[in-house]
């Protein structure tokens, strides 16, 4: 497939010349035509047209020689099929009309000074030769002037178009900001409330109970309340700094709460621990509270495993739990959004994360985070060694 896209770009790209070559013939052989049919006033006229001919390529260099070119061809009779092409080309390249004119006016008076010189003309004929000339050499010119200003209005509007498309663009990433933001205040103060009020009840009844069983319950439930709902705000970017977003720090109290709440968990954390990047520690804490999450739902009496390998280059996060004890159960991984969510967020770290069904009817989620590689150990210069007695 590439090569054929290859080669279709090469035949483009070799037309192209080929149709400039052609449209250059035409441009320099018609004119060429034209001043062999025509009958020369002066014996010099055909050699002085052929000539101002094969002169018209010169007007790709600088638009007013291939004019120049032809002068002496125009004072001869014959240079008009030439002076056309190059008037036209002039048109096509000047940009306005006060560049075009003195042009114009240095071929109505090469034109017309031989024929006033040759020949005894009244006025009359004379206006009317020199109306007939600006006219001839005005043509040309004004149809090039007029092609070139068209090519720039569709060009601009081209631009205008483009800049039409992105300002639309801009503005509807910026109702969907709007609009991502109304919906996350309104989920704050909606979801904010309830959590603050859940925190709230929790600990009236942790300071009115006297049962340690309930205070401790309550506690607990004060807790995640006030966790609850300091990760929503760290998710909606409505932190002011004063609240804790949980991170690697907290994957030991998030173990321990599980097991405050029923489920059988076992911390496993080998290797020289470093320092990590915070958007590196919050992926962390998500794989394994939503690992837990789904094991608590899917395999509820299972046993699970937290695992965290500090390795030289990478850290590994595993968690593993058994097959509930009423027998394996299968869990569905196609369509849920979490372990879709913890990916995006382990991979905008850098990451990697797998998951999957193991052989005995459990489920292991795997997350690998990069590290980055210790600084080398100074190393201390020699000491010189005292040259030997003798």
């Known amino acids: 497939m590439g090569t054929a896209v290859t080669m279709i770009r090469i035949r483009m790209r070799a037309r192209i010349p080929a149709r400039r070559l052609i449209v250059e013939a035409a441009a320099v052989g018609l004119p ?43 004072a001869g009779g014959l240079g008009w099929p030439p002076a056309i092409v190059a008037l036209y080309t002039l048109g096509r390249r000047c940009r306005g009309v006060g560049t075009l004119v003195p042009w114009l006016v240095a071929t109505l008076a090469v034109a017309v000074t031989p024929v006033l010189l040759t020949q005894a003309l009244d006025a009359g004929r004379i206006v009317l030769t020199i109306a007939f000339v600006a006219l001839y050499a005005g043509a040309p010119a004004a149809l090039g002037l007029l092609v070139s200003t068209r090519a720039r209005l569709t060009e601009s509007l081209l631009q205008l178009e483009r800049a039409r498309e992105d300002a639309l663009a801009a503005s509807r990433d910026a109702a969907r900001a709007q609009e991502r933001a109304r919906i996350g205040r309104e989920i704050h103060d909606a979801v904010g409330h309830h959590a603050t009020l859940i925190a709230v009840g929790a600990a009236a009844i942790a300071a009115s109970t006297a049962e340690e069983e309930t205070r401790q319950g309550a506690e607990q439930l004060r807790g995640l309340a006030k966790r609850a709902l300091a990760e929503m705000r760290a998710a909606l970017g409505l932190l002011d700094g004063s609240e804790h977003v949980a991170g690697l720090a907290e994957v030991s109290a998030l173990v321990a709460g599980s097991c405050a709440a029923g489920v059988r968990v076992d911390l496993d954390e080998r290797g020289d621990p470093v320092e990590v990047a915070p958007g590196t520690g919050r992926a962390v804490y998500r794989v394994v509270q939503e690992s837990l999450t789904n094991a608590a739902r899917h395999a509820a009496g299972a046993q699970v495993g937290v695992h965290l390998r500090w390795l030289p280059t990478e850290l590994v996060v595993e968690v593993r739990n ?66 030997a007695l003798p």
């Open 322 to 387: 058994g097959p509930a004890p009423a027998g394996p159960r299968r869990i569905d991984v196609g369509g849920g959004a979490g372990l879709t969510g913890l990916a995006e967020r382990v991979t905008a770290t850098g990451g990697k994360l797998t998951a999957g069904h193991r052989p005995d009817g459990g489920f292991a989620v795997r997350a690998s985070f990069p590290l980055d590689p210790p600084p080398p150990a100074p190393t201390k210069p020699a000491r010189a060694q005292a040259p």
């Open 32 to 74: 060429a035509i034209a001043v062999l049919l025509g009958v020369p006033p002066f014996g010099w006229s055909v050699a002085a047209a052929l000539v101002a001919c094969a002169l018209l390529p010169l007007r790709h260099v600088w638009p007013p020689l291939g004019l120049l070119g032809s002068f002496w061809a125009i």
